[in-house]
């Protein structure tokens, strides 16, 4: 492996004669690259990463400060964003298979490695890459290729005063039935909580244009006052991705089940298709169809099919990165008696990440839709009508490159024409974070 690394780093050098074009300068990383002061260059580049992340020049100095500093996903993650944005360009890919090297994954540095052939590279390159792959495919295993994963897991405690999102009083006017007492588990009640997280993500490169990734989030929340809305949430997802030039596809399976008091209150089973799109000046644009088939356990009448288009626009504006986004959907009942509960769906929302400096950043979020329910509700005579508002806010502390400190509010408010939904929620925790690769 060490005559493998120095090899490439020996043929990579040679190839200085390649220009490529970027959209910044990045004047005291090269100089400290130059000077092959690469603590120093990552230590920097990481200050000012989330509001350069997209830019070519960026992204190599970056990723090449990573992995002489030992951080190798981070330097393959930088390295691919040169890929997709410069795909021509020879020196970000040699960069990038020892990046593989280093995590041995060989399958995916063989693939660079060839891409590199296919741009006729000066004879001495092309001897050393040639000798390079033959070394690899002589002691490759094809069953031990390896993938890239990532994990975190997070502990927080913290204090819900409605966690079953009920109304405010237990008397009520309802239309029809007159003034009606409603059970307790529909009144809110309160209670502190303490959840934990744990993520993972696996991700595969099966070529220079694709790769393979799945994902696992698994949630639970304890609540200490009345544990028959103890929460467990499971989301799955696998996909595969294409890159092509300046766009990026995305086609994603998932399935979501979630638990309630300890049984099974619905299962989400999905299919999301993604295209995205880089812009001018650091700008993502993307668009996503989804369908879902929502299975609720309580009442089977109300089981129905989704289906939704968003659209989001991702940018930059010096240490902030903003994200805004539109969708638009529908849903289907899948018995007819059913239709009280299918919705006409409509949302806008908006997130906001400041960056103060490389421990600190914050973040500010809010979402608002309209639900038009499609049929008449069974204890009105109207269709029921909801306005929704969600706000979220944060911040976060990092203590080393792991670990941090979370601390988040949430509120949720739901206006309905029928005052039986009328609902707010107020939401408070701090906790940890752990990540490691």
């Known amino acids: 492996m060490k005559l493998y690394i120095f090899k490439a780093f020996y043929f990579s050098s040679l190839i200085l004669f390649t220009q490529i074009v970027y959209s910044k300068s990045f004047p005291l990383l090269e100089k400290n690259i130059a000077a092959k002061q690469y603590e120093l260059a990552y230590e920097k580049a990481s200050k000012i990463r989330l509001q350069n992340e997209g830019d070519p020049r960026f992204d190599y100095l970056y ?9 190798y996903n981070q330097a393959i993650f930088a390295l691919e964003r040169v890929k997709f944005s410069t795909p021509t360009v020879m020196r970000p890919r040699l960069e990038l298979a020892r990046a593989y090297l280093k995590l041995n994954n060989k399958a995916a540095a063989l693939s660079e490695f060839k891409s590199v052939l296919r741009f006729s590279p000066p004879t001495a390159v092309r001897k050393n890459v040639e000798t390079y792959i033959a070394a690899i495919k002589e002691k490759q295993s094809p069953q031990k290729i390896k993938s890239i994963i990532k994990s975190l897991a997070s502990f927080t405690i913290g204090y819900d005063d ?19 007492r409603l059970n307790p588990d529909s009144v809110k009640q309160s209670s502190g909580f303490a959840e934990s997280r744990l993520q993972i993500q696996q991700r595969k490169t099966r070529n220079r244009n694709s790769s393979t990734f799945a994902m696992a989030n698994l949630t639970h929340r304890e ?8 929460l467990s949430d499971f989301d799955f997802r696998t996909g595969i991705l294409w890159n092509k030039g300046k766009r990026q596809y995305q086609l994603i399976a998932r399935d979501r089940p979630v638990l309630l008091g300890g049984s099974l209150y619905s299962n989400t089973i999905g299919l ?91 973040f500010f979020g809010v979402n608002y839709g ?39 509010l949430r509120h949720i408010k739901n206006d309905s024409n029928l005052d039986l939904y009328d609902a707010k929620r107020n939401e408070v925790r701090m906790g940890v974070r752990y990540e490691w690769n």
């Open 63 to 71: 990723g090449l400060a990573a992995l002489e500093t030992g951080h």
């Open 223 to 230: 609540y200490f006052k009345n544990d028959d809305f103890n």
């Open 272 to 362: 999301d298709v993604i295209a995205r799109r880089a812009l001018a000046n650091q700008k993502l644009a993307s668009i996503s169809l989804s369908l879902e088939n929502y299975d609720y356990k309580p009442l089977a009448n109300a089981d129905r099919k989704r289906a939704y288009i968003t659209g989001r626009l991702d940018f930059n504006q010096g240490n902030a990165f903003h994200q805004i986004g539109t969708s638009i959907g529908r849903e289907w009942p899948d018995d007819d008696d059913g239709k009280q509960f299918s919705r006409d769906i409509a949302a806008i929302s908006y997130k906001l990440t400041q960056n103060w400096n490389v421990k600190n950043k914050s």
């Open 370 to 408: 309209q639900y038009q329910h499609r049929g008449i509700d069974s204890l009105s005579t109207e269709k029921r009508k909801d306005k929704r508002i969600v706000i979220d806010a944060g911040h976060e502390f990092k203590l080393n490159d792991k670990t941090s400190l979370l601390f988040s």
């Open 162 to 180: 409605n966690i079953n999102f009920g109304v405010d009083d237990e008397l009520i006017d309802l239309p029809v039935f007159g003034s009606v």
